[in-house]
């Protein structure tokens, strides 16, 4: 097992991610700094945009990790950026190629494999902690036909080790993580754009007012999304303000 972190082992939960909070609560020094509260199963695990995480008991990974990076709270989509990438590279290393549909889903063949849910603390101008939760489709076969998901074992066609494979991304965590901390972020910049679904091609898009085709230009350091339409007219989105049509 990684010893860069404590793992909290439970049964069953509501939300990892509520539990990583309760603990943040209860001791505000930084011993719980990677801190890693990892569930068998999920009562009401919680997605982004108050949706919810519904995962099989004991097939999938779900897990929050207490990440304490020393970096200011405008630059927090950089957190985003580097979770994204890292499970990139454990992906790549299984010979999986995978996508990233902003903000930061990860797709493989546009289906979804894992959502990332993070929770910032902010103190003053910088992130006190950052709660990464994470949800990675590992042995489940199937999914409800609107989920449009996919899982290790769907790709693959073997069955995984669950907490083996926790301890194999945390290498690729380790890896990219201190390029949070060191303000040297082009690098995490470069490759998030570089496995950014629809930065080549146009792809379709739903915001308030219409569908539209579009194809991505920038991500800002807001984390916003800039997207170019064929006439050249350029559109800014922030979170829940537009989606992409699959
Ligand atoms: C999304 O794609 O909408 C984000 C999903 C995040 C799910 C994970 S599972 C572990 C952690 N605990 C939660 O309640 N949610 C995150």
């Given at each position: 097992m990684n010893t860069n972190y404590k793992i909290i082992e439970l049964p069953e939960v509501d939300s990892t991610n509520n539990y990583a909070h309760n603990l943040l609560e209860a001791t505000s020094d930084s011993s719980l700094c990677n801190t890693i509260v990892l569930a068998d199963y999920q009562t009401a695990g919680r997605g982004a945009y108050q949706n919810s995480w519904e995962s099989k008991k004991n097939e999938n990974l779900t897990f929050s990790i207490i990440f304490c990076p020393q970096i200011e709270a405008k630059n927090q989509?950089?957190?985003?950026?580097?979770?994204?990438?890292?499970?990139?590279?454990?992906?790549?290393?299984?010979?999986?190629?995978?996508?990233?549909?902003?903000?930061?889903?990860?797709?493989?063949?546009?289906?979804?494999?894992?959502?990332?849910?993070?929770?910032?603390?902010?103190?003053?101008?910088?992130?006190?902690?950052?709660?990464?939760?994470?949800?990675?489709?590992?042995?489940?076969?199937?999914?409800?036909?609107?989920?449009?998901?996919?899982?290790?074992?769907?790709?693959?066609?073997?069955?995984?080790?669950?907490?083996?494979?926790?301890?194999?991304?945390?290498?690729?965590?380790?890896?990219?993580?201190?390029?949070?901390?060191?303000?040297?972020?082009?690098?995490?910049?470069l490759e998030y754009m570089n496995y950014l679904l629809g930065k080549d091609d146009y792809l379709r898009y739903r915001d308030s007012n219409g569908e539209f085709d579009a194809k991505i230009h920038e991500i800002d350091e807001f984390g916003r999304l800039i997207v170019k339409l064929k006439t050249g007219e350029q559109r800014k989105f922030g979170f829940k303000e537009v989606e992409l049509v699959l």
């Open positions: 989509f950089i957190i985003s950026k580097m979770v994204s990438f890292s499970l990139i590279n454990y992906l790549k290393n299984l010979k999986i190629d995978a996508q990233i549909k902003w903000p930061n889903d990860i797709l493989v063949n546009k289906k979804k494999i894992a959502g990332i849910l993070i929770e910032n603390s902010i103190i003053g101008s910088k992130i006190s902690d950052s709660i990464i939760g994470i949800g990675f489709n590992i042995n489940q076969l199937e999914f409800g036909n609107e989920l449009n998901a996919t899982s290790l074992s769907l790709e693959k066609k073997v069955l995984f080790d669950v907490k083996k494979e926790l301890d194999v991304f945390l290498t690729f965590f380790d890896e990219l993580k201190f390029y949070c901390s060191e303000k040297n972020y082009n690098f995490i910049n």
